[in-house]
Nanobody, 122 residues
Framework: QVQLVESGGGLVQAGGSLRLSCAAP????????MGWFRQAPGKEREFVAT????????YYVASVKGRFTISRDNAKNTVYLQMNSLKPEDTAVYYC???????????????WGQGTQVTVSS
């Protein structure tokens, strides 16, 4: 288990950008694959993006491909989600997660952050 702290959420207009950060204070997380998931009101949590321990490969859900970029800086124990061309349907609470394997499945991740709200206005 590793503690994860997300930041960077907020309110943005459609077409705008946000960068989410997820830090693991005091822990070395280079041994973990990292993922971003999101949950909109009334909907189930869904996979957004994942990155392997070394930074390659990465994988995205189709709806964000070409707009979102996941990256990591193992020296800073931080993973990022750069979100461009945001749409109202991207509105959700975004969670980062850590796990032992590169996966799109929430059950494969053992540590979760508290979530950060992203709201995209039309």
């Amino acid at each position: 288990q590793v503690q994860l702290v997300e930041s960077g959420g907020g309110l943005v207009q459609a077409g705008g950008s946000l960068r989410l950060s997820c830090a693991a204070p005091g822990r070395t997380f280079s041994g973990y694959a990292m993922g971003w998931f999101r949950q909109a009101p009334g909907k189930e949590r869904e996979f957004v993006a994942t990155i392997s321990q070394t930074g390659r490969p990465t994988y995205y859900v189709a709806s964000v491909k070409g707009r979102f970029t996941i990256s990591r800086d193992n020296a800073k124990n931080t993973v990022y989600l750069q979100m461009n061309s945001l749409k109202p349907e991207d509105t959700a609470v975004y969670y980062c997660a850590a796990g032992p394997v590169f996966s799109t499945t929430a059950g494969d991740y053992h540590s979760w952050g508290q979530g950060t709200q992203v709201t995209v206005s039309s």
